[in-house]
């Protein structure tokens, strides 16, 4: 409790002092504590020395936008301060640089050169286009991600723009997939009732990639949306155990890339409101890259052996259980499975606005489900909600560590 | 030969009585206007929020809220077509006119200031004939995605200063009534206030304050709507 109220306190100073001194900024922050409760009818189940299950955590944001308008090169710039502060570790601060870009304009044309967030996608849960970087869409506190280092040319002419980016040019050897260089291209066009993208990507490990997205306003409630991502090449995690029964335990972290050509992913959804106040939106989408049910089987089979021997053997429990927690690797991934499903709600109201979602995964009937509420005053936004993960212990979702987060996000920019 | 001459003087149409009313809220093409909104219900302040926008010919506007907690979120409005940008979002969304009314206050109310853009008028009755004492205007949407379908609006005989204004959804149903405060702002007698009285929900009603509107005019770039992820400098000014 001490340790949150001196966090809060430096949270509360940075944001007071650095708005007073830089008044030509923009400053937000965001505190977003989370109360998380495990399962222990999981195989992935392991004591906490083996896989951390803090039960209480609260992320908590500062983040500095701001630029300087100038007739030769606008700076521009986007930095953040997280604090990260949970019951079973030590609070965690770093410092984020965002963005950091250089632009200049020339008629419809604009050159950037720096670190920017760039989002191409079309959809809401899923969103193939974002080829620069991915978000987390299932994200529960909403915070401002990490550009790219890039260089950028792009042309805005009436309703139409394109881009041409040069993406991480400094790459070294070592870089993370996320961070290969490649080049990239996007154009958009919004013509009547129909807004159309097109997107290109090179890179040495995706080779070609090409995309097509689109969302057409049928009525005044209605909008369908859709996209499609055609790679020549994606890469998997795969455990090296899963599918065969002789070998049950590694020796060394068991997940290697592995190369697929030829892969897709697409989403089509429809959003609807009424002036009753209520929204909908339904989504559909498939991801190539995610595991195929067959894939998720193996794995749940690897991991349920690896328990049965902890129960039948009292050799090495320490190595059985540092590989569950291995095996466990592959329930971390930003996208779980193939085939999603995406139901949502929200209603209007005065002053609360309550939200429903669901995000089922139709091939072994486990589903993520989201209860929240929204309360904007001038001054802050408050959201409160619960998020459940239902299911057999053998689906994806049933068969993941945590079972439900409560969760409350407190956020303002001024 | 006075006796000969035909006895014409030039009367306003309909929709030049329109125009001419509409010079007390946007006396300018290229305007940025902020506004003040209070939201009251019970009489009693219920809601506010901040918006600048950024008015451009042809139904261009875009609508940057500045209140803290929805900043740097923004609708962009090109004719029937809506685009939104949420806070923490580098993704402008394609939306609805729907989803253009929903949210924390009907950006339709504040980002269309000229009533001569998207209705065509009628003059139902003149001020010598109404019982009101004011010109009477029926006006009937001519544009697809407007925040109304009919405005049924009365204007001061001889300056042709807004008086009060009716708002008609779709449905025919009467939505808000709306009345005007006038005042001398930059040597010019102009639209101060505009109070909304809800009559769907008839305990609430909204007060639009114009706290600002001057000559700015934005390059072109800043109404395509993927450059809308890209003004920071524009949010903070």
Known sequence: MIMIKRALATLLSTLFIVSSVLAQNSISFLISPQYSGYSSDTPFDLPDEFIEKPSATSRNIVELTGSYPNPLIELSYLFSLHNQLSSRSPSDTHFNTNELYLSKSLHDWEVTFGRRISSWGVGYGFRPLDLVQQYDQQTLSRQSTIGKNMVALERFSGMSSWSLLWVN?????????????????????????????????YNELNRFQLGLGGITILSDEMALHGSLLLSQRYQKQLHRLAGQSSILLAEQFPYESVNYNNGFQTVIGMSWSSLSKHSLIAEYWYNEQAYSRQQWRELFELVQKQQNLLTQTAIYPALIQANIAWSATATQAQVLTQHNFMLQWSYDADHWKPTANILISPTDKSSMMTLSTTRSTHLFKFEAGIRTFNGASDSVYGGLIINKIVFMTLSGEY | MMLLMPLVTHADTADELVYKADQYRQSSDNLKVTSLIRLYKNDKLDKERIYDVYIKPDRQSLVISRSPSEKGQRVLMLDDKFWMLLPKTKRPIRITPMQKLLGEASTGDIASMRWSEDYSAELIASHETSAT??????????????????IELSLLPASNEP????????????????????????????????????????????????????????SGRYYNPTYLARNPSLIIR
């Not at chain 2, 009345?179 to 101060?192: D, H, K, L, P």
């Not at chain 2, 305990?203 to 000559?215: D, G, K, M, Q, W």
């Open chain 2, 133 to 150: 004492g004011y010109n009477e205007l029926q006006l009937t949407a001519k544009r697809k995605g407007v925040t109304y379908k009919s």
């Open chain 2, 163 to 218: 008086v009060q204004a009716k708002f008609y959804l779709i449905s025919e149903k009467l939505a808000k009534i709306a009345t005007f405060e006038m005042a001398e702002i930059n040597g010019r007698r102009q639209v101060s206030k505009m109070t909304l009285k809800d009559e769907i929900q008839k305990n609430r009603y909204t007060v639009i304050e114009y706290i600002s509107r001057a000559p700015h005019s934005l």
């Open chain 1, 169 to 201: 040019p400094n790459r070294s050897d070592e870089s993370e997939n996320s961070d290969i260089e490649s080049i990239a291209s996007k154009y958009s066009t919004s013509r009547g009732d129909y807004d159309l993208h097109a997107v290109f990507r």
